[in-house]
């Protein structure tokens, strides 16, 4: 997730106070410039606490966070899904589109449109009218993350929220009563598990492919966490023989962003030499390091929770291949840099050290890197492993 550090909303302090849906005021010098656009997110939390929410538009949004979450993504609706394809989820196309008698986007067209009718919407750097308020939030990578929605009654209303972009754990929240006033109030994540919670904030996560995905795009996979796809887990293979090295079950110990910013997205990614078989030096030369690189999203009610996923890190573990590269990653952005590293390879009774480029971002948390030596995974394959705050369950199959 995307981190932006700033003093925390002193808007907190106001909860319990009635609100306009008119009012905007979205100057607050303690923004950083980059964050203030045709949009921003607490004017979006603003607009969409004054839309009169049925049913039918809850269970629109239960839709949508529930196939994202299917399709190994967080509990979000991205406003794009929103306005082009109704109900539909992270990793879903146009064709999965529902239908629904009177959509989200339709409400919320018309609360913007009402919003710049008043002209209301007279802040420096705005659109100039609905429409263009509307294309620029259509494009956007803003969405809605609802924490905690499978506890969903089936018929409460939403608090909306918005990230604040910083490592509070409250924030101003706006609730619709029954006659259509709306108010501030506090809210905070033990309130998210109560009732429904809806947060407004960036997108971090769609434009990568997930494992589950990456599963359905190729029968080998399997179907999904907890199907065994080489062999059943504690299978043995002679010494000598080429195995295949499992990622078998991942557990997350800590979250590693506020609640606010969703799930906590992993990158794994493993440098080898995949299949090595050299017998000459003119053979060496054949071979050249590989990186497998998936992400693995866990949501926070997921946390010291173990989660199947039988994920292959090396299909074809040589026992010429001494070591691999290893490293798990917690996405944060920031410009692209590389964690130089090796695998080795033994030919002729000698050890050779391949180098190995593995790209990170450089705002990254590290949770662990290294390497993984074939005498290690051996040892203590099939059970659990500790990897600063996740524990990973490594076999040798």
Known sequence: ???????????????????SCERVDTGDPSVPPSERGLITLEEVAEIFSCVPLGAEQMAEVRDAVGSSTENGYDEEYTMRSLFESPGTGVGETKASSKEYVTPLRDLLRAAVEERFATKAATRSGAPADASEYLDALSSSDVQIYWPYSEKWD???????????RSNVESNVGYEMSPDGSVREIIVNEQMAQERPVWVINHNDDSAFTSLELLRRADPD???????????????????????TLILRSFKMNRNYDTWFAGASEFFVKCGSVNGFKATTEAE??????????FMIVVKRNQKG??????????????????SCAFIVTEDDGGTIETWKSSAVVKYNSKSYGVEIAIPVNSRDDIVWRGQL????VEKYSGETGHFGDIELVLELV
């Open 305 to 322: 929770k173990e989660i199947p996923f039988n994920a292959v890190l090396i299909s074809e573990w040589t026992s010429q291949l001494t």
């Open 221 to 243: 996979w399997g179907q999904g966490g907890g199907e065994i796809i080489v062999h059943a887990p504690g299978t043995k293979a002679s010494s000598d023989a080429t195995k």
């Open 154 to 164: 089936g018929s409460s209303s939403p608090v909306i929220t918005y990230d604040p």
């Open 1 to 19: 997730m995307k981190k932006t550090s700033f003093q925390a909303l002193a808007a907190v302090a106001v909860a319990g106070a009635l609100i």
């Open 373 to 376: 030596t074939r005498s290690y």
């Open 284 to 293: 060496m030369k054949l071979y050249s390091p590989t990186v497998t690189d």
